[in-house]
């Protein structure tokens, strides 16, 4: 099928309002109770629903199928369905076959179109416009930093691919019966990139034009946002990280030496207790540096411990964010590290499926895609929390 959204005229909107005169429409009444004058009443104009091209959630493709469906019933005759879909700048290619078309979009071969077999027509459609040469160029240089991986399971079953090669099979397959929860996940995408790939991905899973503008927009501020829609729930998260992996090994050891003095004082403190009667000889005071780090050979005491203070400055990289849609049984995950590239970003794939999916009787897998969540923001979490302890007052 073609699809060219620049042959869709108000003409083609009138025609298809003269041939489903009583069609369901939205209607905005001007005035009423809140003014002095009553105004006519204002109809909804079928081309505000052409754009944008990637907008497929139900809600408006369900208003798009009745602005052709009469009496705005849930299916549609053959010919009703040709009619709406060239209101729509649809039309069969030259070559092409309008009945062989609409007999592999009737699944069921009960002789009707319903709304359901109109949004996975639509899907196809416009997958099949996003993947045409002239606009699938760009794909060819995010190529090496865009990595998408798949992963489906069961309580008993996972089977992950990692990558995806084949990305157009991919973008119109569906997941399989025996999986309760797929997982998919992109790394690598810049808020500055072209949205090519997060366009394909909102198409096949139905994502809501705000959660993706708040996904791609670079001039937004970074912040935590949980929003729900109709088709799935978005959530946004920052993730924290050190600022180098050297960073993060000074981070390391400065809580391991504080934890290796909190026990010895804890030992001390227990023994106290246990032998109260034992004489206690006055101890010299530790300074800083005696837990924060030792002096080098020629080096003063006060140095060193200035020396780990300036290792600790300038401990975080900028904020990085991560986005995840999730439905009922679905999860699309979005973020920035080149994990492939760049061998100290944050493994989030890693974390989650290596660590906690494939292990014996994963809880992971025993549970909702709500569950997965949980386990991405645990990945988080630990992510971040040496940073958070090594600035807490000791």
């Known amino acids: 099928m073609e699809w060219d959204f620049s ?5 083609d909107a009138l025609n298809m309002a003269r041939n489903n005169p009583t069609r369901r429409r939205s209607s905005l009444a001007v005035g009423s109770e809140f003014g002095d004058a009553e105004q006519a009443e204002k109809k909804e104009d079928i081309r505000v629903l052409l754009d944008p091209f990637y907008d497929v959630t139900t809600g408006r493709l369900r208003r798009l199928f009745h602005h052709f469906s009469p009496n705005g019933k849930d299916t549609v005759t053959y010919v009703e369905f040709q009619r709406g879909l060239s209101a729509l700048g649809i039309s069969v290619p030259r070559d092409g076959n309008f009945d062989e078309f609409v007999a592999k979009v009737d699944t069921n071969g009960d002789g009707l179109v319903s709304v359901d077999e109109f949004i ?5 459609i416009k997958q099949a416009h996003l993947f045409k040469p002239d606009v ?7 190529a090496k930093r865009h ?8 309580p ?15 973008m119109v397959s569906a997941k399989p019966q025996w999986a309760t929860v797929r997982w998919v996940h992109l790394a690598g995408f810049q808020r500055t990139d072209d949205d090519l790939n997060l366009r394909r991905l909102a198409i096949k899973y139905q994502l809501h034009p705000l959660a993706l503008e708040d996904c791609l927009n670079q001039h937004d501020k970074l912040r935590c946002k949980f929003e729900h829609y109709d088709d799935h729930s ?4 920052p993730v924290l990280r050190a600022l180098s992996p050297d960073k993060l090994q000074v981070v390391e050891n400065v809580l391991a030496a504080h934890r290796k003095a909190a026990t010895a004082k804890k030992l001390k403190e227990a023994a106290t207790e246990n032998h109260p009667n034992a004489v206690a000889y006055p101890q010299p005071h530790k300074p800083p540096h005696a837990i924060y780090g030792s002096a080098r050979p020629g080096q003063s005491k006060a140095a060193a411990l200035t020396a780990t203070l300036d290792a600790l400055d300038t401990l975080l990289r900028p904020p990085q964010q991560l986005c995840v849609f999730v439905s009922n049984d679905h999860v699309v995950s979005v973020q920035e590290d080149v994990d492939t590239i760049d061998p100290s970003a944050f493994r989030l794939w890693d974390l989650v499926v290596d660590q906690t999916m494939t292990k014996p009787y994963s809880k992971v897998r025993n549970h909702s ?3 997965l969540v949980v386990s991405i923001l645990n990945a988080v979490v ?13």
């Open 136 to 142: 699938a160029t760009p794909l060819q240089v995010d």
């Open 120 to 124: 996975a027509v639509v899907q196809m």
């Open 234 to 237: 978005f959530l946004v998260v």
């Open 147 to 154: 990595v998408l991986r798949v992963v489906d399971y069961s």
């Open 369 to 371: 895609a709500a569950f």
């Open 382 to 394: 630990d992510e971040m929390l040496p940073l958070v302890e090594v600035c807490e007052p000791t």
């Open 7 to 11: 042959q869709v005229t108000k003409g």
């Open 156 to 170: 008993t079953s996972l089977r992950a691919v990692d990558p995806v090669t084949k990305l157009q099979s991919f």
